[in-house]
């Protein structure tokens, strides 16, 4: 896949750098380094660019179906016997119905088992469906591809290992790690304001921190697609807003499809351009709401997004 | 434990011991100063060799029950079909005293170190590969998708996740079982040797009738024991510091969530 052609410049010295970094190596200076996008990458969408795969041009909150590849695709997808199950992969399917997800999708839901998290699985390749392939970029998931990111609710990080080593650890897998993966990794910290903790223990650090660290060993691989199950409930309101609103930001600067489970509507709300509602069998109407008011950065101070907010709410309402 | 505190049970112990062989006066239970310097004055020459001899048996049978556990452990632990089948097996075998096997595995090993070191090593296999089998099965299903979600192999998960999550059970199992390997060690030295702690014991008691040599190699077996203690804490305390998480040793008291 051709990789698209994105310079950024630092703003303080005027540097100019092929990649994202936190420090600027002309100056010295951190997070000074904003991208430029260039025709070439802003027309790529159509020829198969990896920023296209990306599928995300921040400001143009566009449709979650295209005709290029990267695709996200669920053709003939069982995963389970379960009836409820079934509805849950088949609305995942008509929605991304062979095209892909471009910038944010939320899958929202009230009931457990309806299949939220097992969708997220197969994206990642973690779990084989019974039937069926899962396509990613055109091309069968055989298995966890590398080009996925996944944060779950519990960080799910090596209790016996620093948070620096937690976050290398996709690097130490790989056969030939980068020369400057521990600097990256500093860098991805600090971006997240976390560099100070690098060389403690997960168990000795906050929620919020380890979070942090989680998404941090998720983007250091660079993924196109981060795939993200309840990673903010059981943060406190502060850290998960801040959190939300990190991730947005930081999908949107390295165009990365972001595919969130949760089951907070106004999570949901806030950061879903396409909210999928799943419900369980007996609902017939399972629905899509796009949702152009997110990431807008006003908050649910929105009045658009409040809006969205309380229809979600009423599609989601148990009868009472 | 604090190196402190178990100077002053010492020296606590060794007082009474003192004051209770004073009073008795029986040949019996020498004084503990008479033994402290048999301790000192044997330990340079004939003591010293049969306390390395009986070191190198507890340590080599260690070594082979470690390299014989834990991969049995982790196989049984990541396989619940190894499990199901070997599962029941271990179960039957674990109650079954072993020190009973010495003298049948004397006739199947001979008589040289390698009965003493397997005896012991049979000890240690069976809670070992308990503990590192229920450690492995304990590994939570959503660290084992995140870890393979970054591209981590079979092999890679077992040098990643697995072996570490396993190690503080490798050091509980070793805690557990020095003292019964001590035992057995002495045992198993009362057959066909010349050279170890329990001859040494034996010998000097039984023999010879020289109570102060006796509870002299009672007290250096003691301080094998005590040492090999000390060595698995330190181990454990150096690698496994946050095996000891939640129980009150650094956790940040900053933790907003449950």
Known sequence: ?320 | MKPRAVMVAAVALLAVWELVARLWGDPLLPPALVVLHRFVLELPRELGLHAAASLGRVVGGMALAVLTAVPAGLLLGQHPRANRIFGPVLYLLYPIPKVVLVPVLMLLLGVGNLPKIVIIALILFFQMVVLVRDNAMAVRRELLLSVRSLGAGPYQLLRFVYLPACLPAVFSAIRQSIGTSIAVLYVAELFATRLGLGYYIYLAGSTLFDYPAMYAGVVAMSLMGLGLFWCVDWADHHWCAWSRAGLGETVAATDESA
């Open chain 1, 1 to 320: 896949m051709a990789k698209a052609k994105s310079v950024f410049h630092c703003t303080e010295c005027g540097y100019e750098a092929s990649g994202w970094m936190g420090k600027c190596p002309g100056c010295g200076s951190w997070n000074t380094l904003v991208e430029e996008r260039t025709p070439a990458t802003a027309s790529s969408s159509l020829n198969g660019g990896k920023a296209a795969a990306r599928g995300w041009l921040p400001g143009e909150a566009g449709p979650l179906k295209g005709e290029a590849s990267g695709a996200v695709d669920l053709a003939d997808v069982e995963a389970g016997s379960e009836q409820r199950f079934a509805t849950g992969i088949r609305e995942m399917d008509r929605v991304l119905g062979g095209g892909f997800v471009r910038g944010s999708l939320v899958l929202v839901g009230g009931d457990p088992g309806i299949g939220k998290s097992t969708l997220l699985l197969l994206l990642a390749g973690l779990l084989k469906p019974q039937s069926g392939t899962v396509c990613f970029g055109g091309q069968p998931l055989q298995g966890p591809s590398g080009r996925t990111g996944l944060v779950l609710q519990d960080y799910e990080l090596l209790p016996w290992a620093t948070i620096l080593q937690n976050v290398m650890l996709g690097l130490r897998l790989r056969t030939h790690p980068p020369a400057t993966g521990k600097e990256d990794a500093l860098a991805w910290l600090d971006r997240l304001g976390i560099r100070d903790i690098a060389h403690r223990l997960p168990h000795e650090i906050s929620g919020g921190q380890r979070q942090r660290a989680a998404i941090v060993r998720a983007l250091m691989l660079e993924p196109e697609l981060v795939l993200m199950d309840e990673p903010f409930s059981a943060l406190d309101a502060p850290n998960r807003e801040a959190l939300q609103q990190l991730t947005l930001d930081m999908c949107a600067e390295r165009r990365i499809t972001l595919i969130v489970v949760t089951h907070n509507v106004e999570e949901a709300c806030l950061m879903g351009q396409q909210i999928l509602v799943l419900s369980d069998a007996t609902n017939r109407h399972p629905a899509v709401l796009p949702n152009t008011h997110a990431t807008g950065g006003a908050g649910l101070a929105d009045p658009a997004l409040a809006a969205t907010c309380v229809r979600l709410k009423e599609r989601l309402r148990v009868p009472a």
